[in-house]
């Protein structure tokens, strides 16, 4: 039987001679999470080409230094961060894996390869002056839906038609919170609609799911049919379970029952349990190749905020439920504001400003507006050295999001670089959260629209406050005529975009 543990973090010297210590601590944390022994050989084998490549290239040879080994329990398995402040250091500079021509070579990039594929994922961040960590994520191994039920009990339900069709029967049901035990039918409710085309990972794997659930990840609403069936689902969303704002995604609802007011009467149960758990708000993203979740949503107060062009693969998105797309989906952002703090600041860039009054408003949301100072060099002066950046690529989708956490001197460097490599990688379309409340959002926004971005909107409350949209399309073609929106708000914004959308030719 498994035991419950706490987030541990060793601080070990940079000598190779403490491998057998970290590897018996190691193995102790995850044997207690509830790995098996080959599962725990290869989080062992990750963790030692991790450790050797810190010990032997973070520091120089005569360094007498120390990093950390941070074991953070998580809801799906284990993450092991190993961190250290030496040398700066670029994993993109490290060769493919390629095979030796004779057995006298040594072959190229083999610990990178080992680390990647002994774990689920294998994530570097680069923290500037805070140093660099490498991310080990390994999940307990957890049955698909697919090993859990016979083929003939999944099979996809049948294409929608183009056009809404109203039911001739009306069908009852019940919508109450998702009790665990249900997981594995929402599994397949999500399975048969969508295939494995849906882009949170975890629907399809009922255990994983269900310890989401019981983490504080995930919050779902269910409908239930009077054989006590699930017919429908709804969940809100964190990017943390600490975070204060969730996102209301994983609907889907059983072909014969939608029509019915079903997916409206969830989002409404929902936002109750929002406000249960203490959320400051919920945000949605609606397709836009029709516009019926966006009704779904305006029903029950959602305002728009933002239009994101090209988020999701024509592909990959609604598999057995509509034709095939004709450009990558468009999805418009929903918010619904849950509380209303006073005395929030925010620097919008000048060009912009107007739009963004207008959508705080809409949202109904109290802002002090201050534009950047006049005295741009001096502003530029009060930069950190080192920025702060996250980037996530998500593959289900071939996107990517860059997030600011801090400005540093050698922003536009460091922007210009992640850009050009995600291009290379030929990633089609690109995220770029600016945080409003740093008074160099005003002062860069010009300067990033110069590489290309362009406004999508805005998302208050998010992890790191109120943040500022671009977006950036990689030879991504996209026809406006193709976007359907359903409101008053939802039309001005993909107005503003488009006008401001260098891609478009007059």
Known sequence: MKTAIEKSTLIVPNDLAYLPAIHAYAGEVTKRIGFEQSDID???????????????????EEEQESYE?????????????????????????VPEYSLPGDVDHVPVGLGSLLMKTSVDECVFHNLGREGKEIHLIKYLPSKSVVELHEASELE????????????????AYEIRGMELSQALEVSRLFYRAYGYSYGIDSIYYPDRFIKLHEDG???????????????????????HKESSIAEAAMAVVRPD????????????????????????AVFSKAVTNHPYA???????????????????????????IHAALAQRETVIYGFMVLKNPEGIVVYPPPLHQVFLEYIYKNLGLDRTFIPPRSDTAGQAQTLEDVSIIKT????????????????????????????????????????????????????FCEEFEKLGFFMAG??????????????YLNNVAIDYSGIQVASEDAEHIKAYIRDHDPNVTM
Do not use: W
């Not at 996809?156 to 069908?171: F, G, H, L, N």
């Open 217 to 239: 990840s995930i919050t779902s609403v269910v409908s239930v049919a009077v054989n006590k069936e699930v017919v429908g689902h709804v969940a809100l969303v964190k990017e």
């Open 294 to 320: 966006q009704k779904a949503g305006q029903k029950v107060g959602f305002k728009r905020c933002a239009l994101v062009l090209g988020l999701i693969p024509a592909d990959r998105s609604f598999k057995g």
């Open 458 to 471: 805005i998302l208050p409350f998010y992890d790191i406050g109120d943040v500022l949209i671009l977006q």
């Open 392 to 443: 996530t690529i998500v593959p289900t989708y071939n996107r990517a999001i860059i997030m600011i956490q801090r400005y540093g001197k050698n922003i536009m460097h460091d922007v210009k670089e992640i850009l050009k490599e995600l291009c290379l990688k030929k990633i089609d379309q690109i995220t770029f959260y600016l945080p409003l409340k740093d008074p160099h959002t005003g002062l």
């Open 42 to 60: 290869k989080i062992m084998l990750a963790l030692e080409e991790a450790v050797v490549n810190v010990v032997e290239h973070a520091f120089d």
């Open 69 to 93: 080994i941070i074991f953070e329990p998580v809801a799906t398995g284990i993450k092991i961060i190993v961190k250290d402040k030496g040398l700066p250091f670029d994993p993109d500079m």
């Open 156 to 171: 996809r339900y049948p294409r929608q038609p183009d056009e809404r069709v109203i039911p001739a029967v009306k069908m």
């Open 257 to 280: 029952f939608r029509g019915q007011g079903c997916q409206s009467g969830m989002i409404q149960a929902l936002l109750k349990k929002a406000h249960e758990i203490g959320l400051e």
